[in-house]
C-alpha cells in the first residue's frame, strides 16, 4: 500500500511519516503529496500567530477541544495542530510546547499535533507547513491550527496560507512591542488578548483598537466610561471587498475563559468567508502562490541540472574580483555561459 | 554625463536619485548600479540590528560621527547610513526617524542618510538594501551603517550583508524579548546593551551571555561578584574557521557614553576579519548568495516572456479545482504548457 493510501485510511503513523517527508523535502513526500492533493480543500486552515510570552499554546490547545464537540448532530471534526518555530533550535521550544501538548491532548485520537523547529530558508519553511497543510487536510482534519511564532516576515507568510488568522497579545508586553505587530494586524480576522485576568488588559485593547485604526482609515469607534462601546462594519479593501471587522476578544486561556466566544467568532468569520465569497479568494491567492514558489523552484532546479559548473565558477570569481557586475553575470549565465 | 558618472564625481542629488531608482527597481537603476559596480568593494559594511526600543537610530548617529573623525594622517572617512523598516508604512517610524536623524547629523556633507520603509518582498527589501549598499560604496562612502529593526527573518538577510554585525539590546525588555533574538544571536559580531543607565543593565548582560553559551559551545566566562571576568577566545564553525568571540559592551547612546569604545570594537573587528580571511569568506558568501537571488529572478522573468498566459491560467483553475495538484501543474508549465 502507498503510504498516500495509508494517510487516506486514517493511518497515523504514516501520516507522522509523511509530515516527517515533507518535512525534509523528500521525493517520497512530494510524491506522496501530488497524490494526495485531489483529496484537500474541505480543512477550515486557523493561523494563530503572537509574540513569545503571549500564551498561544494554550490558547491553541484549548481551541482544539473546543473544535473537538461536535458541530450540529454529525461527529466531532479531526483537529490538526501546526506549531512552527522559526527561531534557533538551540532554544529547544517546539520540542518542550510538544510535550506540554501532548500531556494536554492525550488519548484524544482525533487530534494530530506536529511542530516544527526550523532554521531553514523562509520559502522552504512555509512551504513545508503548506505541504503538511495539504497532507493533514487530505487525512481528514476538517480544522487546522497553524501556530506561529508572531512578529516577523515569515510569519506572516505563513499566517497568509490560513483562512482565519489570530493575532494574540498579552497585557504587559509594552508598548514598543505593539510596533512590530503593525505589519502583522493587517493580516488578522480576529484579534485576541489573552491573559486577561492580568493589570493593563484595557490599554492593550486600546493599543490594538488605535493600531486598527491606523491600519484600517475612518472605523467607528465609540468609548464610554473607558469602555468599548461600538465598533461599526467597514471596508477592507486588501482583502478582496469583503467587509469584515476583526473583533478584539477577551481569553484566558491557562483557565478556558473566552474559548466558546473566541471558537463561536472563528466559526462566524468561516460563514462570512463563505457567504462573501471570500473563502474561494483566499484559496485562489494561497495555491496561485504556492504554483509561483514551486515554479520557480522548477526553473532554477532544472537550469542547474542543464548549467556548466565551470562556467559558474568562474563568473562567481570575476564578480569577485569586481571585473563583472552580478547583474552582468546573470545575463552571461542565462544566455548560455558567453563571457 | 549618465547618472552612475555624476555618482561617482560626488554629487548627492544624483546620488539620492539613484537611491530611488533602486528602491523602486527601475531599469535606469540596474544599469546605473551595472556600471558603479566595478567601484565598489571599499566601504566596511556595519550591520546594526535590535528590536524596537533599543535605541539603535541614537547608537548609529553617534557612530556616524565617531567614525567621522579621521582615521591616521587622513581625511575623514565618508559615512553613509540606510535605515531599513520592514514594518508598515502606516507606522511612519521611519520618516520620522529620517527627521531626528537631519537634525542631528545637519550640516555635515560627509554624511548621507536614506531610510526605507517597504512592505514589498523580502527578496526585494534585501536585494534593494543591497544596491544601495553598492551606490554608497561607489560613491566613496568608506563606512556604510545598515540598520534594521530585529526579530524577523528579513532583518537576518539584510544583517548577512554586512561585514560587521552589531546585535542592540537594552534593559527592562524583559525576557520573553530575548527568546525571540536566539537566532539573531548567531549573526552577532558586537552585543551592545544600550541604555545602560537604566536598572537591570546586569541582567540583561547576563541573559546575553547565557545565550551566547547556548549559541557557541563551551565556552569559557568566570563570574565574580556578579561580574563579568572574562571570556577566552573560542571558535565559531559557522563563521567560516576565523576565531572572534562576540564583546557585550555598555553604551547610553543618547550621551555618548560608550561609544569610543564600540567604534574601537568595530574597528578591531574588521583588522581580525583583514588578518583571518574572513572578509574574502564575507564577500564571497554576499556576492554569490546575491548572484543566485538575481538568477532565480532571471530565470522567472525569461520564463514569464516565453510563457502562454492562457495555459498559465488554465492550469491554475485545474490546481483550484483540485484536478491536479500543484507539482504536477508545474511540471506542466515547465514542459512547455503540455496537458
Known sequence: MSLATSVLEGNRLSLAR??????????????????????????????????????????????????????????????GIIAVDPSSPFTGGAILGDRVRMRDLAGDTGVFIRSMASRGSLGGLASATSGMVQALDAAGYRIILIETVGAGQAEV????????????????????????????????????????DRPGVENTERALLSMLQLAH?????????????????????????????????????????????????????????????????????????????????????RWQKAASPAVYSDLVDRVLARQISPWRAVEMLLDGGRT
Open 18 to 79: 509523511l509530515l516527517t517527508h515533507i518535512e525534509n523535502d523528500t521525493s517520497e513526500g512530494r510524491a506522496a503529496l501530488d497524490e494526495l492533493f485531489v483529496h484537500t480543500g474541505q480543512a477550515h486552515l486557523i493561523g494563530v500567530t503572537g509574540a513569545p510570552g503571549t500564551g498561544k499554546s494554550s490558547l491553541v490547545n484549548h481551541l482544539a477541544r473546543y473544535f473537538r464537540k461536535p458541530e450540529g448532530a454529525g461527529a466531532p471534526s479531526k483537529v
Open 157 to 196: 507568510d505563513i499566517a497568509r496560507l490560513a483562512h482565519t488568522t489570530l493575532v494574540v497579545e498579552a497585557p504587559g508586553l509594552g508598548d514598543e512591542i505593539q510596533a512590530i505587530k503593525a505589519g502583522i494586524l493587517e493580516i488578522a480576522d480576529i484579534l485576541v488578548v489573552n491573559k486577561a
Open 217 to 301: 482609515p475612518a472605523p467607528r469607534i465609540y468609548w464610554h466610561d473607558g469602555q468599548l462601546m461600538r465598533i461599526e462594519s467597514q471596508p477592507q479593501p486588501d482583502r478582496g471587498g469583503d467587509f469584515w471587522q476583526p473583533p478584539v476578544l477577551r481569553t484566558v486561556a491557562t483557565e478556558g475563559v473566552g474559548i466558546s466566544e473566541l471558537g463561536d467568532a472563528i466559526l462566524r468569520h468561516r460563514e462570512h468567508l463563505q457567504t462573501s465569497g471570500g473563502w474561494e479568494r483566499r484559496e485562489h491567492a494561497r495555491l496561485q502562490a504556492e504554483l509561483d514558489t514551486l515554479l520557480k523552484a522548477g526553473l532554477v532546479s
